[in-house]
């Protein structure tokens, strides 16, 4: 194929808004946006020089149908009938490839990375996770991969509802205990930007040296005065209390 | 006090070392190194061309004296009569002020980061937590902080144990999480370093943009399917489970 596949994206959210915007500036026309809103499926059109529609038979003739909407409603989508010869794929680490069974060129493209409306990402470092029904689809898909990042990875359906459960720990969790601190901070009027070094600082370690090497802190030194000084500074929070005993429990049982 | 105060640094762990270095290199004398294993005095003397021992009654008179060691330990090296005109500091977050009483000028300097051995951190950067029991302590507390970092608050004995507090959810905690992830992406062929622009992103964002605003994953879009399918996978984790499911839950509440 000499000339750029043209592209249309289903979804408008933030994964479809950061892949549709990379594949445009990487030259590929994108064909069409589609989104059940008709005003998320402009915004996004607007910035990739794209018609949009709000349905599905509405959608023009493309090489390429990329899927980017929340895991419950892909199936439904799955089920439209795409042009037989185009390459058909979705965006989620939590949906198997089978669910896009009836179109014989399936795929999976899962960028791992958090993307927020407002930030841009750099897409070049972002792990895209491949997976593809046969060797003809596999071959487009790392083609057009590979022209927004330079960190592919061929994983199979299993491995990625794996990495994704692993990215739920490592980032959703982990956001929500900076922001548990946050609350912490707050309510004894001190400022979450005391703990902005601290933050970055674990997250280097971590990266640099392996988590498990890294950890640091009154569990792993098995030091309960601390411990329990912590669990009566909560005494009002019960959640917060069951959380610390869990959390710290599970840093003691690693290092035995 | 025109010439740079001596200062005696009681402990030889992390803390110790990273400060020490750090008063070192700004220019103040370090007068002595004192720690329980004589190996680890000696290997930070070294370090900062000072002399050690493993006895505080060997202790050479100086201006400041650094009680850095761990938690549980402060009370007792706090009993040593140190002489009556010095300032006797130590470094805890989890301690308050009040362990160092029998002496009239005592303060505490918290440097609120993870410090590992291999590494060194840029201490400019370190937030530094400072109290000190009378107006005098505090005015030299504060000009040997602002020796070593730009980055001083005053921080009252309850503060910092909250800051504590704070740190190990930020910190240890979401270290821990880095650490499961690791586990599971092992066990499934996969390598933790597809994780680590993810990481190094939901840290930024939690600085950048704050961590309650830039949550995202199953939970917050109270996606039950895919964290139904994710408890699935860890059927024979029963602990990862728990946590799981304790903080998917707090994490929809926080939303409501």
Same sequence: chains 1, 2.
Avoid: W
């Avoid at 946006?33 to 996004?44: N, Q």
């Avoid at 490592?170 to 912490?184: G, Q």
């Avoid at 090497?213 to 019960?238: E, W």
């Amino acid at each position: 194929m000499s000339r750029r596949p043209r592209i249309v994206f289903i979804g408008a959210g933030n994964v479809a808004t950061h892949l549709a915007q990379a594949f445009y500036r990487a030259g590929y026309p994108i064909a069409a946006v589609c989104s059940r809103t008709r005003a998320s499926a402009g915004t996004l059109a607007e910035k990739v020089k794209a018609p949009f529609t709000n349905r599905l038979h509405e959608l023009p003739a493309a090489d390429v149908y990329i899927i980017a909407v929340n895991d419950d409603a892909i199936a439904r989508v799955a089920r439209h009938p795409f042009p037989a010869q185009a390459l058909v794929l979705h965006t989620s680490g939590g949906t198997g490839l089978d669910v896009l069974k009836q179109h014989s060129k399936r795929g999976v493209l899962y960028p791992l990375q958090t993307f927020s409306r407002a930030h841009s990402v750099d897409m070049k470092q972002v792990p895209f996770c491949i997976e593809a029904g046969s060797p003809q689809a596999l071959s487009l898909l790392r083609r057009l991969a590979l022209s927004v990042s330079g960190n592919i990875h061929r994983v199979s359906s299993q491995q990625r509802q794996v990495l994704h459960l692993a990215a739920v720990f490592a980032c959703n969790f982990s956001n929500h205990l900076y922001a548990i601190a946050d609350e912490l901070l707050s309510a004894s009027k001190l400022p979450f930007r005391l703990l902005e070094p601290l933050i970055a600082e674990t997250a280097r370690k971590a990266i640099e040296e392996g988590p498990a090497r890294s950890q640091t802190g009154p569990a792993i030194r098995k030091d309960h005065q601390v411990m329990k000084k912590h669990l009566q500074l909560l005494s009002n929070k019960k959640e917060l209390q069951r959380l610390y005993r869990l959390m710290s429990r599970s840093i003691m049982e690693q290092r035995a």
